[in-house]
């Protein structure tokens, strides 16, 4: 077995992966191709070989609609078998967390999710991932002969190639139907949209003593044409916003320009996620809280007296 395959439910993500793909195709001297599924996927095929997918496998049984993990690792197997390929990358979104381990299991490979950073050593695939609560990076070496890797999404940008093309496959799947029955689905709440894009990201913490209090910290984001986020507590424990604003190790990841904590500790499962800030400016009525040690400001104080001084600053700056 010799190839990597790619796959993501998400077309930007595949291309990114593509594009590292290319990079790690050529130290260790496989074959790239990519794995579509799912309804009218070959209409994506050709694109995918300007991303440097030589193969495109294409898959479109209606047992693929709607999204079962199951499902999905038992289709990527078979184009894993297809392809006589030994390395997966999938993009670590939320369906590719749930498939990652379940085709792992399937084809008895290793497994890592949530790869941050993937590079070759003396022909083998490093991978590096998060460890101890974010507090450190670990280097892994998957030594099955197969290798499942959930890379992050975003981590690496689509970049078109000159001179890619490639070879379609259809491939007919042997999938037994779903193993769970969806009785219902509701839309889950959503907040502001995609923080991961912000870029002014003000995020509240556990300083804010009531839900009643945002109201205070609306028109400070709104001077600055930013978006809110928050931490943990504020969204898991007190559900003040939702679960979409959370920053950190279990939430999103931004890199804003600006990224102002107002009432945040600065535990590293949170700062994790604004590390890439240009920026950082934090607001704490404890001078030794761990917020200061990555602050690039910091204000000593109380955030009910700061911010509303703050804000009224920036609104007689920028007028809003
Ligand atoms: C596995 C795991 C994953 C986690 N993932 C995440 C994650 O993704 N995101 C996340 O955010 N957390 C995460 N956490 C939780 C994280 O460890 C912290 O508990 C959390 O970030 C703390 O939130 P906080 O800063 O709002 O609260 P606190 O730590 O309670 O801090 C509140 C701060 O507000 C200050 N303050 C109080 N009153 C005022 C005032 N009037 N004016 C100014 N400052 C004031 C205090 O001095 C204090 O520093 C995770 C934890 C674990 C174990």
Not at 142 to 149: N, Y
């Amino acid at each position: 077995m010799n190839g990597i395959v790619v796959y993501s439910e998400l077309e930007e993500t595949a291309l990114g992966l593509l594009t590292k793909g290319r990079e790690l195709a050529s130290e260790l001297n496989k074959p790239l191709s990519v794995a579509l599924l799912g309804e009218q996927a070959g209409d994506r095929a050709e694109n995918t070989f300007g991303y440097g997918a030589t193969q495109a496998f294409i898959a479109d049984s209606p047992a693929l609609t709607p999204f079962q993990a199951s499902t999905y690792a038992a289709a990527l197997k078979q184009i894993m078998t297809h392809a006589e390929a030994d390395i997966i990358l999938i993009g670590s979104t939320r369906r590719g967390r749930e498939l990652a381990p379940r085709l792992a299991q399937k084809l008895s490979a290793g497994c890592v999710t949530d790869a941050i950073s993937l590079s070759v050593e003396d022909n083998r695939l490093i991978v590096e991932r998060r460890a101890l609560g974010g507090n450190t990076v670990s280097a892994k070496v998957i030594t099955s002969q197969q290798q499942v890797v959930a890379v992050m999404p975003k981590l690496y940008d689509a970049e078109p190639m000159t001179g890619g093309a490639g070879e379609v496959i259809p491939v007919s799947l042997e999938l037994q139907g779903p193993t769970t029955k969806v009785l219902e689905r509701r839309p889950k709440e959503v907040g502001i949209g995609n923080l991961e894009e912000a870029d002014v990201l003000v995020c509240i913490g556990r300083g804010l003593n009531d839900k009643g209090d945002l109201s205070l910290i609306q028109p400070l984001v709104d001077s600055v044409g930013g978006m809110l986020g928050c931490t943990r507590p504020i969204s898991h424990e007190y559900h003040w916003l939702t679960e979409d604003q959370m920053v950190g190790l279990s939430g999103k990841e931004s890199s804003p320009n600006l990224y102002l904590a107002i009432g945040i500790s600065g535990q590293i499962q949170h700062t994790v996620g604004v590390m890439n800030a240009k920026v950082i400016v934090a607001i704490n009525n404890d001078k030794n809280a761990p917020i200061f040690k990555i602050a690039d400001y910091g204000i000593v104080g109380d955030l009910y007296q700061v911010v509303p001084k703050l804000t009224e600053k920036l609104q007689s700056e920028f007028g809003q």
